[in-house]
Nanobody, 125 residues
Framework: QVQLVESGGGLVQTGNSLRLSCTAS????????MGWFRQAPGQEREFVAA????????YYADSVKGRFTISRDNSKNTLYLQMNSLKPEDTAVYFC??????????????????WGQGTQVTVSS
């Protein structure tokens, strides 16, 4: 099993940047495919980005492509989401998720087995 804790959220103005972190406890972080999801008020949770255990290929939702970058540092058991050019519509609670597999990740919420508690990102206009 793995426990996930997100951090780095906050309140920023339109156009600014934030970097989210997701730190995993337990061993074998490198064996997990990882993803970021977000949930805005009154809306369903949606896929943001994902990468495999080795991070060779990166996957993004169209709404964040070109602005967000997902990465991981397996030596630090940490997943990152660099968010640039933030917009008010990026306001949401951001969650990291994990699945122990060497397959490429999917964008389906149900594919992931472990979730963090979320971190709030608010972008003011």
């Amino acid at each position: 099993q793995v426990q996930l804790v997100e951090s780095g959220g906050g309140l920023v103005q339109t156009g600014n940047s934030l970097r989210l972190s997701c730190t995993a406890s337990g061993r074998s972080f490198a064996a997990y495919a990882m993803g970021w999801f977000r949930q805005a008020p009154g809306q369903e949770r949606e896929f943001v980005a994902a990468l495999s255990w080795i991070g060779r290929r990166l996957y993004y939702a169209d709404s964040v492509k070109g602005r967000f970058t997902i990465s991981r540092d397996n030596s630090k058991n940490t997943l990152y989401l660099q968010m640039n050019s933030l917009k008010p519509e990026d306001t949401a609670v951001y969650f990291c998720a994990a699945r122990r597999t060497d397959y490429e990740p999917e964008s389906r919420e149900s594919w992931y087995d472990f979730w963090g508690q979320g971190t709030q990102v608010t972008v003011s206009s």
